[in-house]
């Protein structure tokens, strides 16, 4: 198994660029997640899905859009870079969203 | 609202000391609690979990964690540090919010260690 993958593993782009980061994961989880890794912010929640077509906002969910069209992928957009989304995004899933998680391995994102 | 405070930003020990990592949560009701070990430039993986069972939790790696309700805490203890746990720590929890259990991060704790 290969758990839970994210492309790109690197990304840089322009302010106003759009672009749509990829996770995808192996293990038929229900709930799956993405997350913002600033430092010493520890890990925000920008939004959630709790079952396949289903989506939520978490802490900080502005500037960002996501789609569960398929139960093992889970993607967000950014439809319009700035550079206050320069960060670490990490998708996680978990069998249901009281229980523990699995992470990627993240997607390192500059916006210049 | 639920909410996660880890106390410390930075926990410096020699190796072979113990480690102390603290947390402390608030939750309207019995949370699923969490700690989780991040390495350099890797995603998170799950170190113990506190789901409502025996309340001293042992994980991987040697680490255990004890839940105490009147204390509302959940720190996480190591007898013996070795180098390879230098490392971000992050304390969680998942209470019930609108109907969903959301997940909650603490800010982390980077945990050096001496030889």
């Known amino acids: 198994n290969a758990g839970v993958t994210q492309t790109p593993k690197f990304q840089v782009l322009k302010t106003g660029q759009s672009m749509t980061l990829q996770c995808a994961q192996d293990?038929?989880?229900?709930?799956m997640y993405w997350y913002r890794q600033d430092p010493g912010m520890g890990l925000r929640l920008i939004y959630y899905s709790a079952s396949e077509g289903t989506t939520d906002k978490g802490e900080v969910p502005d500037g960002y859009n996501v789609s569960r069209l398929k139960k093992q992928n889970f993607l967000l957009g950014l439809e319009s870079a700035a550079p206050s989304q320069t960060s670490v995004y990490f998708c996680?899933?978990?069998?249901?969203?009281?229980?523990?998680?699995?992470f990627g391995p993240g997607t390192r994102l500059t916006v210049t | 609202a639920q909410s996660v405070t880890q106390l410390g930003s930075h926990v410096s020990v020699s190796e072979g000391a113990l480690v102390l990592l603290r947390c402390n949560y608030s939750?309207?009701?019995?949370?699923?609690l969490f700690w989780y070990v991040q390495y350099p430039n890797q995603g998170l993986q799950l170190l113990l979990k506190?789901?409502?069972?025996?309340?001293l939790v042992k994980g991987i790696n040697g680490f255990e964690a004890e839940f105490k309700k009147s204390e509302t805490s959940f720190h996480l203890t190591k007898p013996s540090a070795h180098m390879s746990d230098a490392a971000e720590y992050f304390c969680a929890v998942s209470g019930l919010s609108g109907g969903s259990y959301i997940p909650t991060f603490g800010r982390g704790t980077s945990l050096i260690v001496h030889p």
């Open positions: 506190y789901t409502s069972a025996a309340t």
């Open positions: 939750s309207s009701v019995p949370p699923y």
């Open positions: 996680a899933s978990s069998t249901e969203t009281a229980y523990e998680q699995y």
């Open positions: 293990m038929n989880h229900n709930s």
